[in-house]
């Protein structure tokens, strides 16, 4: 398990391009029959994959938890971007296909992941957090999810935000998931912008073409710097930074937040006028 401390945010000022990049990036999940994990100490969170190629592939705490499994402490959001997959809990299944997503509580002592079909591979991205208690397990299709459409193509930004754990949903102790689609010709997320001065929040950008990129804003509104991101590449955004992105062309992101509270609303926004 790889593990990531934050620089803050003075000590963000000064970094160069290679050193943000080292802080802030992760470069490489979805590694062929390997389970990936990153821990970052910003609200402890869990950053990882698993691709089942050649067989399933069980996800264990490793001796870094200090715990007899990985989810005795923790929440998990599994969202599967590749073709279509099976987690078994506890020895019971469930099926994922293409953006559908499976919240596993605390308590769940064995979880393994495989691909429905030795042809073509799930590609389950997730994210954990530390959890208090236990909530039900829940399986939720893409259409299960609760969007919401904003932007214009006049802005650039029309998106659908696909909402899967969240307080008027999936309930959780920390975690809040989802998805968020660009539309056609639409670049831009969430800009204007705003921070979370209470919560962490992780982005993984995917659907980006080989000759594409996303270019990834973070920092405070009067101290901005920017990441390039690739296909599949995850962005870690300390409660003190913004989090906007502009691609070369429309792209997915899945967004998780974890911290103090999960109210939507719990966050801090600026103008135009304060980005420098």
């Known amino acids: ?9 003075i000590r963000f000022e000064r970094m160069d391009t290679e050193e943000i990049r080292q ?6 999940l979805f590694a062929s029959d390997k389970i990936e994990l990153v821990y970052w ?9 698993a691709v089942p190629a050649r067989g399933p592939l069980k996800l264990e705490a490793g001796e870094y938890l200090a715990s007899e499994y990985f989810t005795q402490r923790r929440e998990l959001g599994v969202i599967n971007i590749g073709d279509t997959g099976i987690i078994t809990v506890d ?5 994922l296909e293409f953006q559908d997503l499976l919240y596993i509580p605390r308590g769940s002592k064995d979880i393994q992941f495989a691909s429905a079909s030795s042809q073509k591979s799930a590609r389950f991205y997730f994210v954990s957090y530390p959890a208090h208690k236990e909530y039900p397990i829940v ?3 893409k259409k299960d999810a609760l969007k919401a459409n904003l932007g214009s193509d006049a802005e650039a930004n029309k998106r659908t935000i696909n909402k899967y754990i969240h307080p008027d949903g999936i309930k959780s102790c920390q975690l809040v998931m989802g998805f968020t689609e660009l539309a056609p010709n639409s670049v831009w997320n969430t800009m204007p ?4 001065s209470r919560r962490t929040e992780v982005y993984m950008y995917f659907g980006v073409d080989s000759n594409s990129a996303v270019f990834h804003f973070m920092g405070k509104p009067d101290q901005t710097r920017h990441i390039v991101v690739r296909n ?16 070369m062309k429309n792209y997915t992101f899945v967004w998780a937040m974890g911290g103090e509270n999960q109210a939507f609303n719990d966050m801090q ?3 135009i006028d304060d980005l420098k």
């Open 232 to 247: 599949e590449q995850v962005v870690l955004s300390p409660s003190w930074s913004i989090h906007s992105g502009a691609g």
């Open 1 to 9: 398990m790889e593990t990531r401390y934050s620089a803050d945010a």
């Open 91 to 95: 020895g019971q299944k469930y099926t």
């Open 193 to 196: 912008g705003h921070t979370h």
């Open 23 to 28: 802080s802030f990036l992760i470069k490489r």
């Open 139 to 141: 399986l939720a299709k």
């Open 269 to 271: 926004g600026f103008t």
């Open 41 to 49: 100490f910003d609200d402890r969170a869990i950053i990882g994959s």
